[in-house]
C-alpha cells in the first residue's frame, strides 16, 4: 500500500518535471529568446538603415557640389570621388556616377563633346557610344562613371531604354528625392549579383524648384551610387550573427506606388545565398520570426529575420535537462522516503513488538531465577549435608584407619603380654611344686621375660607414635604460638633436625630465601610442614639413590604473598600416586615406616592454619616440586575463624 504510494509520488513528481521542463522550454521560447532575437533583428535594420544613411549622405554631399557649380565637368567628378576614397571608406559602393539628361536633338552633339572629352584620359573616349538604343527624349545617359574601370559596361548606358531605371529616375526628378532602383543585376560584371542604384536629381541651380513642373523643367542629371547588395550587407551585419540569424531581404516596391509584380523577382539579399558560406547552417527554430520595413529611396525593404537554433536562440538544453534531472531525483527521493518510511514504520511496529516479547521474556527469566535460586538454595542444603557426611564418613574412615594401625602394635602388646603371663604362671607352679628351682630354669625364665618386655616396648612405643601423628591430624590451631618470625630462620632450624639424615643420604641443599621476608603467622605449623616434605624428600625421592639435590626457594610475591617452592631431583610420582597424595593413610611405603597421613596433615595445615594454598607436581624420575602460596601475615577475622 505504501509502496504504491510512493509509485503514486515519483508518478507525480515526474509529471510535475516534465511540465515544468516544457513550461520553461516555451518560456525561454516566449521571453528571453524571442525579446533577444526581435533586439537582434531591430539591431541589424537599425545598422542597416544607418550605413545606408552615411551612403545617402555621400549623394547629398554629390548634390551640393552642384549646388555649387551645376556645370561640374569630367574632371572635377573625378577628383571629387577620388576624394571620397571610396574603395577604403565605402566598400559597399560599386560605383558613383553621374547619369546626364539630354533631349533627343542635343544628343549627336553630347555624343561628340563626350568622346572628345580629354580631362581626364588624355585619350579622350572615341569608342563612346549609346547602348541600348532608344527613342524615348529624353535620355538619361551615364556619363561619368567612377571609378571606369570595372565599370566600362555602364559608360554611355541609356536609362530611358530600362524602364526600371526609368521609372526611378522619373520618381527622383519629380519629387527631388533620393530614389532607389528595385533589384537589378548589374552591368558591371558578370557574377549576376543582386545590386540597386540610388540616385539623387541635380537641378540647375538658378530655377525654383516649387512645382513638379519647375523640377521637370530645370533637371540637369542625377548623381547616383550603385550598390552591391551582399558587399553591403557584410559591413552591416556581424558574420558571426548570421550563424544565428538568417535574413533575407525583398523589396516592396515604392512607397506609394503599385505592388511589385509578381513576375519581379523580390530578392534583394539572402544571408544563406552568400557564396561565402557553404558551411551547414543550423535548423530555424519555429515560431522565431520577425520583420521589419526599411524605408530606401522611396522604396520599401522588408528586412525577414528568422532565428537558427543554437546558442543565441536555440532553445538552451541546459536548463531543461538540468531541471529533467532535479526532478527526477527528487521524484525519486521522495518515493524511496515513502516506500523507507513504512519500513521505518514497519520497524517501528517490529520494535513494540519485540518490546512486548522482552517483557514477557523478562518476567520469564523472573521466574526461573526464583526458581533457580530456590534450588541454589536447596542445592547448598544438600552441600551442607555432604560435607557433615563427607566429614563423618572421613571420620569414620579416620577412625577405622586409626583402629586398624593401632591394632598389630596393641595386638602384639595384648599377645605377648598374655604369654607372659602364661610364663609367669608357669614358673610359679613349677617353683612351688618342687621347691627348689634350678638355676637354668630361672635364667631361661628371664631371657623369655626380657624379650617379651621388649616386644611390648617396641610395640606400645609404635602404638604411642602413632598416636602422636592421629593427633597431628587434628589440627588444633590453638596449640600453636603466633608471632612475627623469619622465614629463613624457621627453615634454618627445621633443617638442623634433619642434618644427620640429609648427610646419611648424600643430600646436598640448597636454600635461596631473603632474608626480608617476614611472617606474622605460626611458625610451628610451618615448620611442621617443612619437616614433613623434608622427610618425604627424604623417605620416597631418594630411596634407593645414591644422592640428591633439595632445592629450597622463596620469594615475596605482592605486598602480603610469599611463595615458597621446595623441589627434589628424586624418583618423582606417577598420576594415580599423584591424584591420591593428600589422602589419609595413603602411602606407598606401608611397612616400611610411612603412615599415608603426612601429605594430609601439611595439606590441613596449609589450607586452615596457614591460610594459603599448596600445589604439588612431579615427574617420574624427574623429581617433585611442592609450591606453597601463604599470606605473610592474617587478618583477624581469619585469626578467629
Ligand atoms: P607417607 O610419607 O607416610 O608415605 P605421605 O602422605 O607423606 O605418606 O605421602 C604419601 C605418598 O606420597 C608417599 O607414600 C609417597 O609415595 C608419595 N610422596 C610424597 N612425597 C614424595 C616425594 N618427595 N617423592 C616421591 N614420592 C613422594
Ligand atoms: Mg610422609
Not at 509529471?15 to 525579446?35: D, H, I, P, R
Not at 576614397?85 to 549627336?108: H, N, S, T
Not at 556581424?238 to 511589385?260: T, V, Y
Not at 591424584?579 to 596433615?601: A, E, R, Y
Request: overall charge neutral; glycine content about 8%.
Amino acid at each position: 500500500m505504501m509502496r504504491g504510494r510512493g509509485y503514486l509520488a515519483f508518478f507525480v513528481g515526474i509529471s510535475l518535471t516534465a511540465w515544468t521542463c516544457y513550461f520553461v522550454m516555451e518560456e525561454q521560447q516566449k521571453l528571453q529568446v524571442q525579446a533577444g532575437f526581435q533586439r537582434d533583428a531591430e539591431k541589424v535594420a537599425r545598422d542597416t538603415q544607418s550605413r545606408l544613411q552615411i551612403y545617402f549622405d555621400s549623394l547629398h554631399g554629390m548634390k551640393g557640389v552642384y549646388a555649387v557649380n551645376d556645370r561640374i565637368d569630367r574632371l572635377h567628378f573625378h577628383r571629387y570621388v577620388n576624394e571620397l576614397k571610396i574603395d577604403k571608406r565605402y566598400p559597399g559602393f560599386q560605383a558613383l556616377q553621374f547619369v546626364r539628361v539630354v533631349p533627343e536633338a542635343q544628343l549627336p552633339a553630347f555624343v561628340e563633346r563626350v568622346k572628345r572629352d580629354t580631362s581626364v584620359d588624355p585619350k579622350g573616349y572615341p569608342d563612346f557610344y549609346l547602348h541600348p538604343a532608344s527613342a524615348r527624349s529624353p535620355h538619361y545617359i551615364i556619363e561619368y562613371t567612377e571609378p571606369l574601370k570595372g565599370n566600362e559596361n555602364a559608360f554611355g548606358l541609356d536609362l530611358s531604354a530600362l524602364p526600371q531605371h526609368l521609372k526611378a529616375l522619373e520618381l527622383g526628378r519629380d519629387s527631388g528625392e533620393i530614389v532607389a532602383t528595385g533589384r537589378i543585376t548589374l552591368v558591371q560584371d558578370a557574377s549576376g549579383e543582386p545590386g540597386f542604384v540610388a540616385r539623387a536629381p541635380v537641378y540647375r541651380n538658378d530655377v525654383p524648384l516649387e512645382t513638379t513642373a519647375q523640377r521637370r523643367e530645370a533637371i540637369v542629371g542625377f548623381v547616383a551610387i550603385v550598390f552591391r547588395m551582399n558587399t553591403l550587407m557584410r559591413e552591416v551585419v556581424d558574420p558571426a550573427l548570421l550563424e544565428h540569424l538568417h535574413l533575407r531581404i525583398e523589396d516592396g516596391g515604392f512607397q506609394n506606388g503599385k505592388p511589385l509584380d509578381p513576375g519581379v523577382d523580390p530578392l534583394m539579399y539572402d544571408s544563406d545565398g552568400r557564396v561565402e558560406s557553404h558551411q551547414e547552417r543550423a535548423e530555424l527554430v519555429p515560431g522565431l520570426v520577425t520583420q521589419t520595413v526599411l524605408p530606401v529611396g522611396q522604396r520599401n525593404w522588408i528586412m525577414k529575420f528568422e532565428g537558427r537554433a543554437g546558442s543565441r536562440y536555440g532553445r538552451s538544453q541546459l536548463p531543461v535537462v538540468l531541471i529533467g534531472v532535479a526532478g527526477f531525483t527528487i521524484s525519486g527521493l521522495i518515493a524511496l522516503l515513502l516506500v523507507a518510511n513504512r519500513r521505518e514504520s514497519d520497524a517501528r511496529h517490529g520494535l513494540e513488538f519485540s518490546l512486548k516479547e522482552l517483557e514477557l521474556q523478562k518476567n520469564n527469566v523472573e521466574e526461573a531465577r526464583n526458581d533457580l535460586s530456590r534450588v541454589v538454595a536447596t542445592l547448598k542444603q544438600a552441600q551442607t549435608n555432604l560435607q557433615t557426611s563427607e566429614k563423618m564418613a572421613s571420620l569414620g574412615a579416620l577412625v577405622a584407619g586409626v583402629a586398624h594401625e593401632l591394632n598389630t602394635p596393641i595386638g602384639n602388646s595384648l599377645l605377648t603380654a598374655s604369654a607372659l603371663g602364661d610364663m609367669v604362671r608357669d614358673f610359679e607352679r613349677r617353683l612351688k611344686e618342687d621347691g627348689g628351682l634350678k638355676r637354668s630354669a630361672l635364667e631361661s625364665h628371664l631371657g623369655d621375660a626380657r624379650k617379651a618386655c621388649d616386644i611390648m616396648t617396641s610395640s606400645l612405643t609404635r602404638a604411642a607414635d602413632l598416636i602422636t601423628s592421629f593427633k597431628q591430624v587434628a589440627v588444633d590451631q590453638a596449640s600453636g604460638q603466633r608471632r612475627r618470625f623469619r622465614l629463613d630462620e624457621v627453615l634454618h632450624d627445621t633443617l638442623a633436625t634433619y642434618a644427620a639424615q640429609l648427610r646419611r643420604a648424600s643430600c646436598s641443599v640448597t636454600v635461596d630465601v631473603p632474608a626480608d621476608l617476614v611472617f606474622d603467622s605460626y611458625p610451628g605449623s610451618l615448620s611442621q610442614v617443612l619437616s614433613n616434605l623434608i622427610g618425604n624428600a627424604l623417605l620416597h625421592g631418594f630411596d634407593g639413590r645414591d644422592d640428591g639435590t633439595l632445592w629450597i626457594s622463596a620469594r615475596r610475591e605482592g605486598p602480603d604473598l610469599a611463595v615458597l617452592q621446595l623441589r627434589d631431583n628424586g624418583v618423582g610420582m606417577t598420576d594415580v600416586v599423584l591424584h591420591k597424595i593428600f589422602d589419609p593413610f595413603f602411602t606407598t611405603k606401608m611397612g616400611q615406616g610411612g603412615s599415608g597421613l603426612g601429605m594430609n596433615i601439611v595439606y590441613n595445615i596449609v589450607t586452615s592454619v596457614l591460610k594459603g594454598t599448596i600445589r604439588v607436581e612431579s615427574v617420574p624420575a624427574e623429581g617433585t616440586s611442592v609450591t606453597l602460596v601463604l599470606p605473610l601475615w592474617l587478618k583477624e577475622d581469619v585469626l578467629q575463624a
